[in-house]
């Protein structure tokens, strides 16, 4: 080989590497900045910083992460960590890796029918939540994708239309849940994944966290491949009171958990985030004061809640005079349509009654001091026995609000609207003898969710309220009402084990035994002030189903009806205070006759 031809050959080689370590050099550039415009998209959703190379790294070693809380779908809780969402598929991406871990690991059984309900309300079939899976490695193939730094909880809201569904199915769940855990605290992000503009109460959801909540349709600005570093995903359901009539017709839920403590735990912050202080905490504030005085005679107030489009009041004008007459009280009106929604909060946090056709602004009532009225009305032929989410609401131990309904029974005092629209109680898009069934009716049937046109014609009519029978309803109703002034929260301190308990026995004859079962107070007994104590006792004798109850006024009693000789009995003691609160039985006696 000639000196040239080597020569050439070694220009070749050194101009092909410093070919090849531009391009490098210009390939780990080009990274380097997408990865600064990934982080900056990250940082345009939030104040928190993140290192984009060592998030996509662990996302890439460890893949997606889950851990769940509650048995069935229905009370279940996820935590994940690095959770991705495709926006152009419209789905959850569990990236899977030798490190990823999935608790429950449920395999196919996680379709049926979800992981787990995104929203408040149970079991229903367009709240489900699940999340498809693809190895790690296929993210080499996929659009980068922007972490969302915040610790995040990702829900649906179930109608944010409606005011009511806005605060028993959204706010009041999401509030619980982010006390739950402790990272979902003021910084954490909601992301709701519905499919819902944002709608007319927003700025409420805005209250539970300093970060603005995202939309679903909002994800797609910021990449096609979306990664929460930490999320939780779902809501407890704990707080929920009432069910809407998807499998059954509509009631108060079987098993209601929340009590009226927490209910006013939540609208008070809610208060205080919309800067509205209430009477109670006004009146905490000024105790010991002129100020405190000044609040004491104060004068009571009616509000009456203003429709302007359906479900009238057609003589508002002469109930408001009546009502002001009948309790020498000044009157308000209130309007959703023409106020803000704190300035109804901060007349209705005040108020002595709150009056309102049925419909979702009752809600409010949750605002109301204690000791303060709620009064539903009810067009013609709608039993309020069938519609009692307010009634409910006010009825839950600790709220202390007193409700009355009251009924349109004259079918001459009601303005119905056939011509409207089906969902404004329009019925001439229907047969013409259904339409004629249907005005003829005197009672709406128990019906299930959520278009029963019957119901819809019926609910959306305006009602001549018959003053005479609307006050003898409630004079008849607040008959028993308690002092507004003085009433304070009950009590719902509940009774501890009782202590040390014991039995002793005795026998008389062959066919005769005693036996003797004492105990001490309970623990918590000497701290609180308690009108009524009281005792149950049950005995069952070893081996047999049933047992013999027993409620006692005092510590100790001697049993001997149904005592046998030569038997074992089983003993269980446990406190009630004021007739209805029930302590845990202390453990189980076993006495030899």
């Given amino acids: 080989m000639s000196v040239g031809a080597l020569l050439n050959g070694l220009l070749v080689s050194v101009v092909a590497a410093l070919l090849w370590k531009y391009a490098k050099l210009s390939e780990h550039a080009a990274t380097l900045e997408e990865e600064l415009h990934l982080t900056r998209r990250s940082q345009e959703l939030s104040e928190a910083r993140i290192d984009y190379h060592a998030a996509l790294l662990a996302l890439q070693e460890h893949g997606t992460r889950m851990v769940c809380t509650g048995k069935m779908h229905t009370d279940r ?93 959204d706010l009041l769940p999401a509030f619980y849940t982010m006390k739950q855990y402790l990272d979902l605290d003021d910084e954490a992000r909601l992301v709701f994944m519905e499919g819902w503009g944002e709608g007319p109460y927003f700025d409420l959801y805005r209250l539970l966290s300093s970060k603005q909540p995202l939309l679903k349709e909002q994800l797609k600005n910021f990449g096609k491949l979306m990664c929460f570093t930490k999320s939780y995903v779902g809501l407890s359901k704990m707080t929920t009171w009432y069910q809407y009539g998807f499998v059954q017709p509509q009631g108060p839920k079987a098993n209601i958990l929340v009590s009226g403590n927490e209910v006013r735990q939540f609208a008070k912050i809610m208060m205080e985030k919309m800067n509205i202080t209430g009477p109670e905490e006004a009146a905490k504030e000024g105790e010991g004061t002129e100020e405190e005085k000044e609040k004491e005679t104060r004068e009571d107030y009616i509000v009456v809640f203003s429709r302007s489009t359906t479900r009238l009041i057609l003589n508002e004008a002469e109930l408001i005079m009546a009502l002001a007459q009948e309790f020498q009280m000044r009157v308000f009106t209130v309007s959703l349509e023409e106020q803000s929604f704190a300035s109804i909060v901060q007349v209705i946090s005040g108020a002595s009654m709150l ?26 032929a709608v039993n309020p026995e069938q519609y009692s989410p307010y009634k409910t609401l006010a009825s839950l131990p600790g709220m202390d609000l007193q409700y009355v309904s009251w009924r349109n029974t004259m079918e001459e ?123 149950e006792v049950w005995i069952q004798e070893q081996g047999e189903n049933t047992y013999m109850p027993y409620i ?42």
Avoid at 117 to 124: N, T
Avoid at 358 to 373: I, M, Y
């Fill in 77 to 169: 809780i996820c935590r994940f960590d690095y959770l991705c969402y495709s926006s152009e598929a419209e789905e959850f991406v569990f990236f899977y890796s030798n490190s990823s871990v999935m608790l429950p690991n449920l395999g196919p059984r996680r379709f049926q029918p979800a992981l787990l309900d995104l929203s408040s309300v149970e079991d229903h079939n367009t709240q489900y939540f699940n999340f498809l899976e693809l190895p790690a490695g296929a993210l080499k193939f996929m659009p980068k994708p922007v972490f969302v730094p915040d610790v995040t909880l990702i829900l649906n809201r179930f109608n944010p239309d409606n005011l009511m569904h806005v605060f028993h199915d």
């Fill in 355 to 380: 009056f309102s056709m049925h419909g979702a602004q009752l809600v409010t009532s949750l605002f109301l001091p204690r000791g303060a009225a709620v009064v539903e009305l009810f067009p013609y």
């Fill in 413 to 535: 005092n009601t303005v119905t609207h056939p011509d409207r629209p089906w969902d404004q109680g329009g019925i001439v898009h229907l047969e013409k003898e259904e339409q004629e069934r249907i005005q003829a009716s005197k009672d709406v049937p128990r019906h299930l969710c959520c278009r029963n046109p019957e119901w819809l014609f019926r609910i959306y009519q305006d009602t001549l309220v018959d003053i005479p029978s609307l006050l003898e309803v409630l004079k008849e109703g607040l008959k028993t009402r308690p002092n507004l002034k003085k009433s304070k929260a009950a009590s719902t301190v509940h009774p501890g084990r009782v202590r040390e308990p014991q039995c002793q026995t005795s026998v008389q004859a062959t066919n005769e035994a005693k036996l003797t079962v004492s105990w001490q107070i309970p623990w918590n007994l000497k701290f609180l002030k308690v009108r009524e104590v009281k005792y």
């Fill in 552 to 593: 006692l006024p005092q510590q100790n009693y001697t049993f001997s009806e149904n005592i046998k000789p030569f038997t074992t009995y089983l003993v269980w003691v446990r406190c009630i205070f004021n007739k209805n609160l029930l302590g845990p039985f202390a453990d189980v006696l076993m006495c030899r006759t």
